[in-house]
């Protein structure tokens, strides 16, 4: 069975980290691109973040420069490095192959004083 498996969410103070990571089971990340997305409450999920399997890395403006997506391998994770958090990264974050409409069950990240 396919599975992915999000952590590393929590409640941080605006300015502060976090990193997310999403592990794989039953699937092969090496073969594949890798996302992440997030879904604020009451707005639609957006793109946030994704890494191709020969590691070149795209980014949604609002995360650029803040954020920085990474990947192992040979440990079946990608991971979100997150950076000088605003309220208004505030959401529930989600690793995704879009590619084979695989995705997590979300961490939520919330960003507040």
């Known amino acids: 069975q396919v599975q992915l498996v999000e952590s590393g969410g929590g409640l941080v103070q605006p300015g502060e980290s976090l990193t997310l990571s999403c592990r794989g089971f039953g699937i092969t990340f090496s073969n594949y691109t890798m996302g992440w997305y997030r879904q604020a409450p009451g707005k639609q999920r957006e793109f946030v973040a994704i890494?191709?399997?020969?590691?070149?890395?795209m980014y949604a403006v609002a995360v650029k420069d803040r954020f920085s997506i990474s990947r192992d391998d040979a440990k079946n994770t990608i991971y979100l490095q997150m950076n000088s958090l605003k309220p208004e990264d505030t959401g529930v974050y989600y690793c995704?192959?879009?590619?084979?409409?695989?995705w997590g069950q979300g961490t939520q990240v919330t960003v507040s004083s």
């Open positions: 995704a192959n879009r590619m084979a409409n695989i």
């Open positions: 890494i191709s399997a020969g590691n070149v890395e």
